[in-house]
């Protein structure tokens, strides 16, 4: 029971490592995102322009909002995995791992979890360096629920994040290049997840359905958890729905494997 | 005449080359279609809960947005595949071919390929600006549209100056890490209203980059007329960041030395 863990805790070491030699690249990434953050200032500064509220939220609580999100990005987001996972399929280096008594999604996954500790990490960098400019900017809810099940729905959304990502880089089975899907799915998401806008402000019947989607739970669903943008209702349900969509795409990975792997004619390694 | 018979050869094989990946040309059309129209339900989300951002309505927001895309469709279009190649032979040494060709190298380096799907793209860009302006019940002259069509260019040459500039950096770094990143960031504040800006950032972004004059001025000169000092200081300022671009881009040159590996 144990010797499984200890392998994957030995790919989740060996990954730390490998991601802390692009340290620069995520310091940087880091920085860039200030830059988001000074437009999310600057427009959302002047869509509110006086106004006191905006769709029951504040001017503090919207910025709060993108706040958490450059940081759940950084921890939990998907950056490059459907690339990396894309590469190993087409130049071979998979065929290792079908001789050997290793879960690629697991082994994937590991390296997934690494990457994001190292780039988490260092997100937290650039933000404490603004954070005297936008403390006053920062306001919490204090219930305590939001922790206990804000925490299990972040967990649930970097899974969910990573098993999309895994799909796409699947899809190298069947296509020679993903990246134009990976970049069309990346418009979907940073809608549907909330990224351009908190998706509470979209109609309310559209919000609904936007609820039965994975892409809400990859991103929208926990910083609104923690900033307060949901109650305890639909975060209990939601969590429920989260849970459903994170198996329904475990499962998809499994069969995209299954049928990807009997078209791979394992070339080069 | 000579420079314009090459890019038209060029011109041509990317239209043939793009002939036979017709896939790709939808896929990566699809791609920009899907990211045009989320900005788009931004400004329709926004416009939900109020009915001015920094003074601009709906529709004057959705003029500028237009005019922001069909830039960044152009640029898109005729140079961004040509940067994103630059970097990468510059690293690998396959820069060399391009100094051998008869021709300026700046010219050379980054006309070589267009892009059809973005340049078809800029059709739907045209159609939100023909839009917006028939919402706003703007009946521009013919002295009008070609003003607006000027000052376009000139946002285009700054992007273009930026790009270079950009790129040319790797003759430094040899890194190239974060240019895409970097150029879509400026993008998003082309997005933005002149006036939602204030104090530093305004100093910063209206001012000393003009990432932000770029898509205003063209388009307060279809909303209020023609602003002399505006339009003039574009032109100014376009000029200069042209002139700034060659020379970090000649510098650059000198440092080349053919890395190869």
């Given at each position: 029971m144990l010797s499984p863990l200890n392998k994957y805790r030995h790919a989740f070491l060996v990954g730390l490592q490998s991601n802390i030699v692009y340290r620069w690249n995520f310091l940087i990434r880091g920085f860039f995102s200030m830059f988001q953050l000074v437009i999310v200032f600057i427009l959302w500064g002047a869509v509110y322009g006086g106004k006191a509220d905006v769709g029951g939220f504040d001017f503090h609580a919207t910025i709060t909002y993108f706040v958490v999100?450059?940081?759940?990005?950084?921890?939990?987001?998907?950056?490059?995995?459907?690339?990396?996972?894309?590469?190993?399929?087409?130049?071979?280096?998979?065929?290792?791992?079908?001789?050997?008594p290793i879960n690629y999604f697991c082994y994937r996954f590991s390296i997934f979890t690494s990457a994001r500790v190292v780039s988490g990490s260092l997100v937290l960098v650039p933000l404490l360096v603004i954070l005297p400019l936008i403390k006053d900017n920062l306001v919490f809810p204090h219930e305590g629920w939001r922790l206990a099940l804000g925490l299990p729905a972040v967990a649930l959304a970097g899974l969910i994040q990573f098993s999309i990502a895994y799909c796409f880089g699947l899809l190298t089975f069947w296509f020679l290049e993903i990246q134009g899907f990976v970049i069309l799915s990346m418009a979907v998401e940073?809608?549907?997840?909330?990224q351009m806008f908190p998706l509470d402000l979209m109609p309310a019947g559209l919000f609904r359905l936007a609820q039965f989607l994975p892409f809400y739970y990859q991103m929208y669903f926990p910083a609104a958890i923690f900033t307060g943008r949901i109650g305890l209702a639909s975060a209990t349900q939601g969590l429920g729905i989260q849970v459903v969509w994170a198996l329904v795409l475990l499962a998809v990975n499994q069969l995209l494997w299954n049928r990807g792997l009997r078209r791979h004619t394992a070339v080069g390694g | 005449m000579n420079y314009l018979r090459i890019w038209l050869a060029g011109a041509r094989y990317s239209i043939v080359r793009t002939l036979m990946f017709r896939f790709d040309f939808f896929l990566w059309a699809m791609v920009e279609l899907f990211w045009m129209g989320v900005n788009l339900l931004l400004i329709q989300v926004i416009y939900e809960h109020t009915d001015t951002v920094a003074g601009w309505g709906k529709y004057e927001m959705l003029l500028l947005v237009g005019t922001s895309m069909i830039m960044q469709r152009f640029i898109m279009g005729f140079f961004w595949s040509n940067f994103f190649e630059m970097s990468r032979n510059i690293r690998t040494g396959n820069f060399d071919f391009f100094l051998a060709q008869p021709g300026n190298p700046l010219f050379m380096v980054t006309t070589r390929k267009i892009d059809p799907d973005s340049l078809a793209n800029s059709l739907?860009?045209?159609?939100?600006i023909l839009y917006a302006a028939h919402k706003l019940n703007l009946h521009p002259g013919a002295g009008d549209?070609?003003?607006?069509?000027?000052?376009?260019?000139c946002g285009l040459v700054i992007h273009y100056s930026i790009l270079v500039m950009a790129s040319s950096l790797t003759f430094w770094t040899t890194g190239g890490q974060g240019l895409e990143g970097s150029y879509f960031t400026l993008m998003e504040f082309s997005r933005l209203p002149r006036e939602a800006f204030r104090g530093v950032s305004r100093v910063v972004f209206v001012w000393l980059l003009p990432v932000v004059i770029v898509s205003n001025v063209p388009v307060r000169t279809l909303l209020h007329g023609f602003d002399p000092a505006l339009a003039g200081w574009l032109v100014v300022v376009s000029a200069a960041w042209l002139t700034l671009a060659v020379l970090v881009f000649h510098r650059g040159l000198r440092r080349y030395a053919s890395a190869s590996s």
């Open positions: 999100l450059i940081v759940l990005q950084f921890f939990i987001g998907a950056f490059n995995e459907d690339y990396q996972i894309s590469e190993e399929i087409r130049n071979g280096l998979i065929n290792q791992f079908l001789l050997k940073s809608l549907l997840g909330g | 739907v860009a045209l159609g939100v549209i070609a003003l607006y069509a000027l000052l376009i260019l």
